[in-house]
Structure formats: C-alpha cells, structure tokens
C-alpha cells in the first residue's frame, strides 16, 4: 500500500493496476488526474465506467482489443463492485497487458484483506489518500518545486490546512514563474468571504461580521454555517484537552484538531467562558435548522446579533 505522500515521491506510478481511495476526496481526484495526465489516452481506447452498474460492462470494456495497443479503463465507485472474479482471471492474462485498469473506491477504510484488494497490492498499486497533516502539506507544496519554504508554509496557513484549496491554488501557480514568495502568496490566495465572517466572529468584530454577511448570497450560507460547527467544535475539544505546559504539537496530538490551527485557538479562547460557547453552538443548531427548512433571509444576521 502506498500514501498519497508516498505516491507523490515517484508519480506516475506507471502500474498497470490501480486503487484509488481514501478520506481525502480532493487527494483521491488529484492521484487520479495526475496518473491520466502521465497516460497516452484517446477517445477510442478509454472510457470511464461506474462499478454500480453492470460487471459485463466493466468485463467487455477489459477484454476490448486496443486500437493503439494502449487502452485505459476507470471504474468509479470501485466498491460497489460485488464479484472481482472475472477481473481478477483478467488480470492473470498476459495478453492483456496494454490494457491498465483505474478503479476509484470510495472506501474510507478498506479492508486491505480482501482477495480483490490483494491484487493491486501484488500485480498494481493500492493508494489510499487520508487526510495530510501540516507538515506533509507543506511537504507536498514544496515537492512540486516552485515554492520557497516560506511560501509553502504561508499557503498551508492562508487555505487553513485545505487539500482541496491548496491544489486549486497549486494549478493557478503553474502560470507564474518560480519561486513562488509568501508576498505572491499573500497577494494571490483570497481568504474566501465565509472564512473572514467566522474570524470576525471569533474575534469579537461583530461589526465587520455583519457587513460580510449583507453582501453574501444565500450559496454562501452552507460554509459559513459549517466553517462555525467546524471551529466551535474544535474550540470544545481544545478546550478539554488544553494546559498551559502542553505545547501546539501535544494538543493536536491528544485533539485531533490540526497543529497549525492551534494558535488561532489560544487567542479565541482567550475569556471564552464555557456558557458562552455553549450558547454559541447552540445558536448555530438553531441557525441550521432555519437554514435546513429554508428560511434564509437574515439567519446569518440574527446568530451574529445574538454573538
């Protein structure tokens, strides 16, 4: 089995079988485009099948002779697929080996000892894509070559530790000469208005939260109201598990909350009073609930009054 770290020291990896899955949507998709992108492909001799639908569709679509004698087929929801037989015996046939198979798995946490899984451990590659921590962000930014370390570090914090954020800004890079600066960082990378709302909360800016939240439309409601669950949980478990001779690095390890974040809880917690912060959450249930049956118009308006 390989991380997506250790799929991204030596990628493409070049296999003929591959397994794609993992927590972190926004790796699997990455480790996907990326081993297509490394692939000769044409209309004729690929094609993308769904593992909830018909075997014989993904059986018929191996044993098809390539017009090129190079054909790639991707399977998504890979785990749905109930009988690996037949793929399997394909897999054995020697004369199939200008033909690679992709499957992508929704699996959070497979089963790596499952017969159909064993077999890209032993013939392929399995990837399973968890969740990176700070350090291993910065780590994959700076792999990619075009950024100083500061750099990296600025865009790991400036997207707050987001995968699917830092390889959005990572592809808008690529048409800037290297080395990329924490000053083009800090210029290029917005803050997304939802972010700047919930920091003008935490920070006790009632004012400047409220004239963020007039100019947002109601799409941008989901984020707001889930960019607060995410940090007043967090702000719950910091709480529990916080004392003033454990370091950032203890306090991630015994939360769980990422180690780049805990500074920005040290300051907000700062006068936090367990009731306040009850009420908060419970505000934000309510605010959900509002949200969940539709009624929108100034919900955001009334949880930053009653802040």
Same mark, same amino acid.
């Given at each position: 089995?390989?991380?997506?770290?250790?799929?991204?020291?030596?990628?493409?990896?070049?296999?003929?079988?591959?397994?794609?899955?993992?927590?972190?949507?926004?790796? !699997?998709?990455?480790?996907?485009?990326?081993?297509?992108?490394?692939?000769?492909?044409?209309?004729?001799?690929?094609?993308?099948?769904?593992?909830?639908?018909?075997?014989?569709?993904?059986?018929?679509?191996?044993e098809e002779f390539s017009t090129t004698g190079y054909?790639?087929?991707?399977?998504?929801?890979?785990?749905?697929?109930?009988?690996?037989?037949?793929?399997?015996?394909?897999?054995?046939?020697?004369?199939?080996?200008?033909?690679?198979?992709?499957?992508?798995? =929704?699996?959070?946490?497979?089963?790596?000892?499952?017969?159909?899984?064993?077999?890209?451990?032993?013939?392929?590659?399995?990837?399973?894509?968890?969740?990176?921590?700070?350090?291993?962000?910065?780590?994959?930014?700076?792999?990619?070559?075009?950024?100083?370390?500061?750099?990296?570090?600025?865009? +790991?914090?400036?997207?707050?530790?987001?995968?699917?954020?830092?390889? =959005?800004?990572?592809?808008?890079?690529?048409?800037?000469?290297?080395? /990329?600066?924490?000053?083009?960082?800090?210029?290029?990378?917005?803050?997304?208005?939802?972010?700047?709302?919930?920091?003008?909360?935490?920070?006790?800016?009632?004012?400047?939260?409220?004239? /963020?939240?007039?100019?947002?439309?109601?799409?941008?409601?989901?984020? !707001?109201?889930?960019?607060?669950?995410?940090?007043?949980? =967090?702000?719950?478990?910091?709480?529990? +598990?916080?004392d003033k001779n454990a370091t950032a690095t203890d306090?991630? @390890?015994?939360?769980?909350?990422? +180690?780049?974040?805990?500074?920005?809880?040290?300051?907000?917690?700062?006068?936090?009073?367990?009731?306040?912060?009850?009420?908060?959450?419970?505000?934000?249930?309510?605010?959900?609930?509002?949200?969940?049956?539709?009624?929108?118009?100034?919900?955001? @308006?009334?949880?930053?009054?009653?802040?």
């Amino acid at each position: 089995m390989a991380t997506f770290m250790q799929w991204a020291k030596s990628y493409p990896s070049g296999k003929r079988l591959l397994y794609i899955c993992g927590e972190d949507t926004a790796l !699997v998709s990455e480790v996907l485009q990326k081993e297509l992108s490394h692939r000769p492909l044409n209309d004729l001799d690929y094609i993308t099948l769904d593992g909830k639908g018909p075997l014989a569709d993904i059986t018929a679509a191996l044993e098809e002779f390539s017009t090129t004698g190079y054909r790639v087929v991707v399977v998504q929801n890979a785990e749905h697929i109930k009988d690996w037989g037949k793929i399997i015996e394909w897999a054995s046939d020697k004369e199939m080996k200008h033909t690679t198979l992709i499957c992508v798995g =929704n699996d959070i946490k497979p089963d790596t000892k499952l017969p159909h899984l064993r077999l890209f451990f032993d013939k392929g590659k399995f990837i399973e894509c968890r969740p990176l921590s700070e350090e291993n962000l910065i780590k994959y930014v700076l792999s990619r070559g075009r950024f100083t370390k500061e750099a990296s570090v600025a865009l +790991v914090k400036r997207t707050n530790g987001s995968s699917a954020r830092i390889l =959005n800004e990572l592809h808008k890079f690529e048409y800037l000469p290297a080395p /990329i600066t924490a000053e083009q960082v800090s210029t290029y990378v917005e803050v997304s208005a939802s972010e700047q709302l919930v920091e003008a909360l935490f920070e006790n800016k009632k004012a400047t939260a409220m004239q /963020i939240a007039a100019e947002l439309d109601e799409a941008s409601f989901r984020c !707001v109201l889930g960019a607060l669950e995410y940090n007043l949980s =967090n702000l719950v478990l910091f709480a529990f +598990v916080k004392d003033k001779n454990a370091t950032a690095t203890d306090i991630a @390890e015994r939360s769980g909350i990422p +180690v780049f974040l805990i500074g920005k809880y040290f300051g907000w917690s700062k006068g936090l009073t367990n009731t306040v912060l009850y009420k908060r959450i419970k505000l934000l249930a309510n605010a959900d609930a509002q949200y969940r049956k539709d009624f929108t118009v100034g919900i955001l @308006e009334r949880y930053i009054s009653l802040w």
